[in-house]
């Protein structure tokens, strides 16, 4: 049910403070999380192998986590290193560590079998605190299925609808045409030109008509990384409708990832924001507020999805030229799933 | 598990107000109603056919419904008419129509096949503004399944227990006496005389004693249409314990209807009130008061009841002279479920 | 699932009113508990044997029970002895009755074959007005099965840990050291000295250093009765290691009771002090204090460590010295399970 050999995001990287033990839940496994003294990040799953008490209501003891139910000590490898009162440990008493590395600002975990775990499989995304852009993030949790999310960053006409009046008013060609989607190695490229668009607020300043490319990567399990830039209208054109050599007006980044919690909870990690010259910190906070406000519409339209869908789930969906991207991706995690 | 092929009452008629799409769920099944510009109420399953989004969370445009998640726009019979970005609509793009009539101050919907929807089958209910009487309307939820309130209402000897001091106090009749039972094409008609009571409040100008003759109708799934009449002392003797053919001191009328909206809840609609002569608006909004003061007790030991049977589902029940009612109604129900 | 032939604690008996009917849970069974005039404790099913309406909603009159939605009345044998209308009663119309005794301060009540209830099998605990002892009592609710609790009331290493800043700090021998392990008929019992205690607060004017005989009975389905003696320091060695037989310098007493209420909930009734003379009002609030809070901290890692089991019931725990006690309370209820 779940693809295993895989790096899920746990948290963004500031969310793991020095000293404490963190509690996550990546598809369906507890884990603790910790930083041990060379800023390595160590995650274990949050059960203890004596009686399974949460290894999170534990102890750092420097580099070690104490369980405190009934004082066994594991080093940051899982193996246990004291059991009170006993001199003689066994071979078997250890917990279950998963590899993780940083890539950027999120903490990825491979929850698959350690000797696959590949660093260098792990998309790149930028870190909240790269110099050329300006960027602000954040996170939310949907009661619905990673898939579902999925769908819905595969087909961006959405917008004109959910969105209508937060992102989509001036654009309805996100429903009324379709983009170019590449298949990749783990995923997607959905790329298109949005040619005549009326921009509002402070983006008016660079033109009252622009085209705008739109480009993105999405990754398995839910890797969204887009780059959106603005032209001067007629830019599209002079392209033959390709993608641009020049550097646009405007460059919007927006990197998302889904996280699967569990079967009806997902969690999804968010930033945007564009190059530093692009925007100020006062644009960037409106900016980053609608985004927001676009990602409550999603959740709310989501999980209500996910709720229709659980009353009768053997319903079957109908298909539109609008599911090519959620179709193909969907064919994707099935391959991943049964390998 | 449930009757499709029946009416249910899905809403008061002014609950739905016009330029809204009202959910509503009957027998497991999510509703999207609305009046279209004829008056006619259209409800249609509350999914769209594409990604399964609610069509409450769309918006209607003229007599059209359109789905917010992905823009499908529905006729009022279903059909989709629009596909953003999409020339050919296939013929499977629809959603599911459900057949509603309006008889009374009830919405009625046909849960089954739409051909065998027969409005003439809808049992005839008084209108809230009918000129003869003078009647307030109410609702409340059950968490039981609807045939533990269907019992409830068909035998009237718990008025002498569980609405004791609200009810049943000066007809202890209720439990000890017991009605004549008539099967009905759909249901049961229970009549009797209560003879001999001594009435309360402002009932008391009526006589020191009276003979009640108390009459209703039961049909599927749980409509209650109960006639009162309040006779002078003797009367009951005078007709031989028969039907009386006079018209009585004072008339009081009873109609309710349970809907089931799901296994463990149940939507209980009713009215009550009196010739408009017999009362005026002071006098029923006390006895409007004593009814809604009874549903609560009803409320709470039906609910408990529901919790008791699903902790053993399998135990039996001891039948007693008590449960004809009840008894020949679910033979009814199990007839009407093997159709 | 249950062992059903076994007395269990329903409650205190300062919680039964006289002229109530109280709602009790024991292994999944509903009750429905009440004094006779005679002072004997009545326990019901809280279920009527008619509909299934709970005997926790009716009414007493005089020692027997009448069901308040169709007015049946049973005797405190549970024999029904009125059903309103109707001069005949069935044999079969009872209501199901459990055998109960009062020892000491709690109400047992018999769950298994009435024929087999033998009150003499009840441990004998010590009444809250016992003159001999000065002692306060509560109950908490845990949401963990009950077996989980016991595990922790049979291996007090937990002490360093769950309750370190609590009970634990002076005395690291809890889990450093283990205790004798003796079988008793329905149970275990548990002794051991901890050498070179150093008391905190008022207990510090025993002495600097004492040695301490903890001692406890642990009997099925989770009662705990213990005393704990303070001597002066050398009184372990001078007995050999073995049971004193000279009174203590102060002398702890702590009773306690699991009942499991369901699969998932379970009580614990607990009582603690300490002689008369050892103790006085004020101090014993204190002692009190502490205990209530070792128990939440109780509470807070078994229900934890409950979610942690119930996410992959399969898992096998990881057996060690520090699981003599549970390890074979475990195998005497397999055996009583499967009796």
Redesign the interface.
């Given at each position: 049910m779940w693809v295993r050999n895989a790096w899920y995001v746990a948290a963004w990287t500031h969310e793991l403070e020095a000293g404490r033990i963190h509690a996550r839940t990546i598809i369906?496994q507890?884990l603790a999380l910790y930083r041990a003294g060379n800023g390595t990040i160590v995650a274990f799953e949050?059960?203890c192998?004596?009686?399974?008490?949460?290894l999170t209501?534990g102890r750092l003891e420097g580099d070690d986590l104490?369980?405190?139910?009934?004082?066994?000590k594991f080093a940051p490898d899982g193996r246990c290193i004291e059991?009170?009162?006993?001199p003689r440990i066994?071979q078997?008493?250890a917990v279950r560590r998963y590899p993780t590395a940083v890539v950027g600002s999120w903490v990825w975990v491979w929850m698959g079998e350690v000797g696959a775990a590949d660093p260098a499989t792990i998309p790149p995304s930028v870190a909240l605190d790269d110099p050329v852009y300006r960027l602000k993030s954040g996170q939310i949790d949907y009661a619905a299925h990673y898939l579902l999310i999925d769908?819905n960053l595969l087909?961006l006409?959405?917008l004109?609808?959910?969105h209508?009046n937060t992102l989509g008013l001036d654009m309805p060609q996100w429903?009324?045409?379709?983009p170019r989607v590449v298949p990749l190695a783990r995923g997607l490229r959905m790329q298109r030109w949005l040619r005549n668009h009326s921009p509002r607020g402070f983006m008016k300043k660079l033109g009252e008509r622009l085209d705008v490319w739109n480009s993105y990567d999405f990754l398995f399990p839910g890797v969204f990384l887009q780059r959106t830039g603005f032209y001067p209208l007629g830019t599209a054109e002079a392209n033959g409708g390709q993608e641009p050599q020049t550097p646009p007006l405007f460059h919007r980044l927006d990197e998302q990832v889904v996280t699967p919690v569990s079967n009806r909870v997902s969690r999804y990690f968010y930033a945007a924001g564009a190059r530093v010259g692009d925007i100020d910190p006062d644009r960037l906070d409106r900016l980053f507020a609608v985004t927001e406000t676009a990602f409550q519409e999603d959740k709310?339209?989501i999980e209500?999805?996910q709720?229709?869908?659980d009353?009768e789930p053997e319903?079957q969906?109908?298909p539109?030229?609008?599911?090519a991207g959620p179709t193909q991706f969907r064919r994707l995690v099935e391959t991943l799933l049964t390998a």
């Open positions: 369906d507890p949050d059960r192998c004596h009686r399974f008490a949460p209501m104490r369980c405190m139910y009934h004082g066994l059991i009170p009162g006993q066994p078997s008493a769908d087909d006409s959405h004109s609808f959910v209508e429903a009324d045409s379709r709310a339209i209500a999805q709720k229709t869908i009353r319903r969906m109908l539109t030229s609008l599911d």
